[in-house]
């Protein structure tokens, strides 16, 4: 048995099998240049974007949510911008076969309120997540990373303290998987995995998450939380890389107005935007030059049809009402910022695969619209019975513009009536979730770089499969892939799956999103490499200004 102090690089599957050991990483944290002034008062503000729904790492699921408990907590392992996995709770990890994992945290490590931080936290928490119970929109995350049991568990058939992971004593994690994954690492950097405090949760119940009563183990910890103005977090001064912290604080506004996002910027309230609104890039790029900043980002915007109401349970309806939305006028005019169409759910260079498009890439707007007007006569629909459906979109000048757009195509190229709902984040969740609704506004942003992230979502027994897709060719693929022993055949198992969704469009992919906001020329530490477009509090610094 190999021992690694920093984990793997992204290689090849057949080498990461061997159990390889590679050269130390640094860990990440504000890296203030020399003959950098810094600023007395380092404190900044970002607009989040909404109300985060909970700051309950086991039942959060967006980047809302995201956005601050990456501030607020860590996990075993993080992963750099280049998709290497570095220490964080763990200082160290083992394999000698890809399927058995040994971690070994850190001595000494504490909450934000002094206690410690044991093994036993990090079991507690990953059983809470699968047990039913919770609750959790992620609950079937640990299957898909294949802990041993956690199919069973999910499925009912199995209490969640048969996972496949427990303590070997009070620094030491052992995860057993029933079958060897390349990508593990990656996949256990994701939120939902990171532990809480098990006297803490059962202290306080569901009011755990409450300002004074929530513990953290990341950089910050929990201040404040007024809802619908603010949260704020403070140095955690417990946290085991606390001397590479700069920020003092860090705040967050559930700004959902782009225009009100800018002119906060403008008058000097806000130091990162959440984005910057379509209709006013081109003049802020003119005007804020540097402060603009703009990145491809691993994350999918989509129309996701809810497939067992009819008539959208009807694959020859869903087909047409995919081919008829024009999405380089989507991504080019509407939005116009770099985003690109999107003809595949996955986005180019995703954990270095790239995927041939469904042969509708090729076609002309009128052939897409030729063949969904064939189809939807066939499945009934047409001049003297129209087809009308509520279109559901949560409140976002860019989702209006889009929702706008894409109900002006279906009506002109097919005569489809498209009726625009929109509601609160929270509200939409919900909603989106009862499955009371007939097309509903959604995206998949990366959990981590590597495609299964946008493909696992529509296994027909994946917690956050909304659309309640099934294909049992679909799951088989995806399975085929995981057991592939080289990247080829991981490649044409993955675009098999691609090409299904193409021919089934459970969703309409419309474009692959790019990262855009404003940031002001003080902010230190920000930067565009990280393909997943997170912002972490503890990477910056306030220059002196």
């Not at 703009?294 to 009402?321: C, E, I, M, S, W």
């Not at 989106?432 to 959604?442: A, C, L, P």
Request: proline share 5%.
């Amino acid at each position: 048995m190999q021992r690694c102090n920093t984990g793997f690089k992204r290689l090849p599957l057949a080498l990461l099998i061997t159990g390889l050991c590679l050269s130390p990483l640094m860990v990440n944290a504000a890296n203030v240049p020399a003959g950098v002034e810094l600023a007395q008062k380092q404190e900044v503000v970002r607009n989040n974007g909404s109300e985060p729904a909970t700051l309950d790492l086991q039942k959060a699921e967006s980047s809302v949510e995201s956005n601050i408990l990456g501030d607020l907590f860590v996990g075993l392992v993080s992963i750099d911008d280049n998709g290497n996995a570095r220490p964080e709770l763990a200082e160290s990890w083992e394999t000698k076969d890809n399927k058995t994992w040994i971690f070994h945290l850190r001595p000494g490590l504490r909450w934000s309120d002094g206690s410690p931080i044991t093994a036993q936290d990090v079991v507690y928490s990953w059983r809470r997540l699968i047990d039913p119970k919770t609750v959790s929109p992620y609950e079937s995350y640990l299957g898909t990373v294949h802990v041993v049991n956690a199919d069973s568990i999910i499925a009912g058939k199995m209490p969640a303290d048969q996972l496949g992971v427990k303590a070997l004593d009070a620094q030491t994690v052992q995860v057993e998987l029933t079958r060897p994954m390349s990508y593990f690492l990656q996949m256990i950097a994701h939120y939902s995995l990171f532990p809480v405090s098990q006297a803490n949760v059962e202290k306080f119940g569901d009011k755990w998450t409450q300002p004074g009563n929530l513990v953290s183990s990341g950089p910050f910890k929990l201040n404040s939380w007024t809802v619908n103005e603010r949260v704020t977090a403070v140095r955690n001064d417990k946290y085991w890389d606390n001397a590479h912290t700069v920020l003092t604080q860090m705040t967050y506004l559930p700004i959902a107005s782009g225009a009100a996002d800018v002119n906060r910027y403008k008058a000097g309230e806000i130091d990162i935007t959440l984005t910057i609104p379509e209709v006013q890039f081109a003049s802020l790029k003119k005007e804020l030059g540097s402060q603009v900043h703009t990145n491809p980002y691993l994350g999918v915007y989509y129309y996701a049809f809810n497939n067992q109401k009819p008539p959208f349970n009807d694959v020859r309806v869903r087909q047409a009402l995919s081919l008829g939305l024009d999405r380089d006028i989507i991504a080019n005019k509407v939005l116009g910022q770099g985003q690109t169409a999107a003809y595949t759910i996955t986005p180019d260079n995703t954990g270095g695969y790239t995927f041939k498009p469904s042969a509708m890439a090729k076609q002309t707007q009128e052939q897409r619209n030729e063949e969904a007007r064939k189809l939807l006569a066939e499945a009934g629909f047409g001049p003297q019975h129209p087809l009308k459906f509520n279109l559901l979109y949560n409140t976002s000048e860019s989702h209006q513009h889009i929702a706008i757009a894409a109900s002006s195509m279906w009506k002109k190229n097919l005569g489809v009536t498209a009726v625009l709902q929109n509601q609160e984040w929270k509200t939409m969740l919900d909603t989106m979730h009862q499955g009371n609704y007939d097309v509903v506004r959604y995206a998949w942003i990366a959990d981590y770089n590597e495609p299964s992230t946008f493909l696992n979502t529509f296994r027909s027994d994946n917690s956050e499969n909304t659309p309640k897709f099934s294909n049992a060719e679909y799951d088989k693929v995806l399975d085929d892939a995981l057991a592939a022993t080289s990247k080829d055949q991981v490649e044409k198992d993955y675009q098999k799956a691609e090409d299904i969704l193409s021919s089934q469009a459970p969703i309409v992919p419309l474009y692959h999103y790019v990262s855009a906001k404003l940031v002001k020329p003080f902010i230190g530490g920000f930067d565009n490499h990280d393909p997943q477009g997170r912002v972490y509090a503890k990477d910056l610094y306030v220059i002196k200004h």
